[in-house]
């Protein structure tokens, strides 16, 4: 049986996962391309992956909230956090997570246009440039923007470390429920 697009009460469907490993791979491509500036690596594969920095930022803020409604509409079917020891901080952790998703992106857009610049993501025009600067948008989204991201890769990273905590260390089923692993598929289906 193929796996459902809804989530259900065993597993993550087929839309969820879909949303979760483009959004996972899109972070990994932004946080390569930062790692590479920092790192001042200006190989011609560095200086493309930074040439799309604001673009993939945008739509990764579109993903968010999509992943969002997604989520909410998904509420009462997905599958619940394991009720004992970390599993309680689990709705604390994805809220973080999800708020830091969203501000980040949010605080480069505002910075862009505060700047008075033109936004078009992938050629797609959003708001043009104007001679018009708002400083206090500007001095935000340069005093938070690369700082949050930061910390979202820290966060990140604190949540594939409990994903491999509950696969290797606790044994349970947390990282089959979105990695799609068979046993996750099969329990889907029962």
Not at 165 to 179: E, I, N, Q, T
């Amino acid at each position: 049986m193929a796996l459902s697009w809804r989530d259900n009460t065993q597993a993550y469907g087929l839309v969820t996962r879909l949303l979760h490993w483009s959004m996972a791979t899109l972070f990994a491509w932004q946080f390569a391309g930062m790692a590479f500036r920092e790192l001042g690596v200006w190989l011609p594969l560095a200086s493309m992956i930074r040439s799309t920095h604001s673009s993939v930022g945008m739509l990764l803020l579109v993903l968010v909230m999509l992943r969002g409604v997604w989520g909410l509409a998904n509420f009462r079917n997905r599958p619940p956090a394991p009720a004992a020891g970390a599993g309680r901080l689990a709705p604390l952790g994805h809220a973080i997570l999800y708020a830091l998703m969203a501000l980040v992106p949010a605080l480069a857009l505002a910075r862009t246009y505060g700047a008075g610049r033109a936004f078009a993501p992938f050629g797609i025009p959003l708001f043009d440039g104007t001679q018009e600067k708002t400083s206090w948008l500007v001095s935000a989204g340069d005093a938070l923007h690369g700082e949050l991201a930061w910390v979202l890769l820290a966060v990140i990273g604190g949540h594939i470390l409990m994903a491999l905590a509950h696969r290797w260390l606790w044994r349970d089923d947390v990282l089959p429920r979105m990695a799609g692993s068979a046993g996750a598929r099969a329990a889907s289906h029962h």
